[in-house]
């Protein structure tokens, strides 16, 4: 699915990736722990293609295409989606607006059909109702005054009317309490299938409590510096970042 | 100095000037050597911007009255919906134009205001007075559709009588040189005043929305939203005054002006100005200009809408809280759809 070798990547004058590889096989789920600062929202960046991220060095390709060379847009229809850490609010832009017009966008580049306005809508409750989400949520703008936690539901709405086949969750849990946590583990969670992968981004272990890695890594001063199964998120969770720092 | 007296005395000495304060960045005199000649009559067969919407029609071509004036006064406790359309026809010509509209008390006109350019190169003036009567009510709602070689200026003076109610909304996409200026005189005692606009500018296009309003007594209400999107050589200008005179305390004004830039070379010039001589009062305004969030370009990008089609979504977001505030339903639309045909950037 997803294969990153010795990537290098810097903004403005700063080298923030420095040689990461990673390799993401569908229908796992992998977890990218790290300390502050360590890269982890600039893979993410520069893994769905905003702009001021240069890549200097290496590769990204998503089931062979180079993921690299394509527009934002063209990595989203080819199923690239990243729930962002902090979601933009779109002010006069309703929810289902926006949803609508990107989902058409995507069957537009894909050469499919575009969805139709009852089709659209039906699927929307559905998932509204998995999610808890107040329906009349999505006839506001897009994440105008909507709280922190609301604004992360919204990100996995979006997530599962999208049906993306690479996840990027960048520091989903920040600003959810824990009830809230766990709807979105839960709609996270139901996404999981043999053809999809998921990279979830964290700093806490608490999320892979809910949401559980086949694999994590932990990223240090750029690049991958350990591996392991689910018992290295609690062995952080004990001991720190430090010792991975100091070796980078 | 004014275009209306210049095109009165053939003299383009009386044009206004950068000298003159209120006209320094849509200045007249130093674009126009010479007033082209007067204009001939003329006809317009197709319809306007607002198309069958309303009841009634007034159309003025090349400065001509071609219906019934009588259609802009409003009797007491009557209702219409009308359309205005000036229609400048033939190319490197001059033309100016006066009309009163008259609301008597509880009177309540809807106006579908149009400037249409059918030739290039053309001179237009329009001087419109209202007089609204205790507890009456216009809603204007001005679609600017000058051509890109045109020179436009209108200028609107509104005088209120206790109670009434004046709304309106000017959109427009510039001109050569283009002003649309709305002055008004608000007694306080409870009339309300709402005057908001958009400008869409781009190419070498240039549009100025000067607003002034008086207030002269106490308790009266004013509340404005402009706001402009100006793209390649464009040039937007704001101009609002509002005066608090001596006496007219406890009034309400607010004022905000906010527009995006979308290229290096594009201009916006405001001045956004609150005189306030009277104590308790409650005035506010807040002026931005700035470019259009990458983040939230970005944002949308990620969810698979092409740049060109994200940007357009984001300005005519932008623009369209100025167009949700329009009262009558129909025009709203119009105003909608005339806006996103001319969506710039």
Known sequence: ???????????????????????????????????????????????????GYEVTQGTATLDGEDLL??????RAARGVFLSFQYPLEIPGVPAMTFLRTAMNAQHKARGEPEISA????????????????????????????????EKKRMEIFQMAMLSPRLLILDETDSGLDIDALKIVADGVNALRSPDRAMLVITHYQRLLDYIRPDKVHVLAAGRIAATGGPELAHELEREGYDKYARAA | MT??????????????????EDWRWTDLRGLIRELPVPSPEASADASGPFGELGEAELLVVNGRVQGDLGLLNVAEGEQRVVRLRFVSATQATSHGVKLTADLKPGARLTLLESYEGLAPDYLVDADLSFRLGAGARLERIVLAGDDAEGVSVSLA?????????????????????????????????????RMDGAYLVADRRHADLTTAVTHAGADGETEQLIKGVVADQGRGVFQGRITVSPGADRTDAR???????????????????????????????????GALNEDALFYAQQRGIPEAEARAMLTEAFIGEVIDRIVHDGAREVARAWAAERRVG
Do not use: W
């Open chain 2, 255 to 289: 004022m905000g002006h906010h527009a995006l830039l979308l290229s290096d070379r594009a201009e916006v010039n405001a001045k956004p100005e609150l005189l306030i001589f009277a104590d308790d009062v409650a005035c506010a305004h807040g002026n931005t200009v």
């Open chain 2, 157 to 193: 003076s509104v005088d209120l009588a206790p109670g009434a109610d004046f709304a309106q909304t000017v959109l427009t996409d510039g001109a050569r040189r283009q002003r649309l200026e709305t002055r008004v005189e608000h007694p306080g005692q409870d009339a309300k005043v």
């Open chain 1, 1 to 51: 699915m997803l294969s990153i070798k010795n990537l290098h990547a810097r903004v403005e004058a700063a080298e923030i990736l420095k040689g990461l590889s990673l390799d993401l096989p569908a229908g796992e789920v992998h977890a990218i722990m790290g300390p502050n600062g360590a890269g982890k929202s600039t893979l993410s960046y520069v893994l769905t293609g905003k702009q």
């Open chain 1, 69 to 74: 060379s394509l527009e934002a847009n063209e």
């Open chain 1, 118 to 149: 009852t089709d659209f809508l039906k699927r929307a409750r559905q998932v509204a109702g998995q999610l808890k989400m107040d329906f009349d949520m999505l006839k506001r703008p897009l994440n105008v005054g909507f709280s922190g936690g």
């Open chain 2, 3 to 20: 275009l209306s007296l210049a095109l009165e005395a053939r003299d383009v000495s009386q044009l206004p000037s950068r000298r003159d």
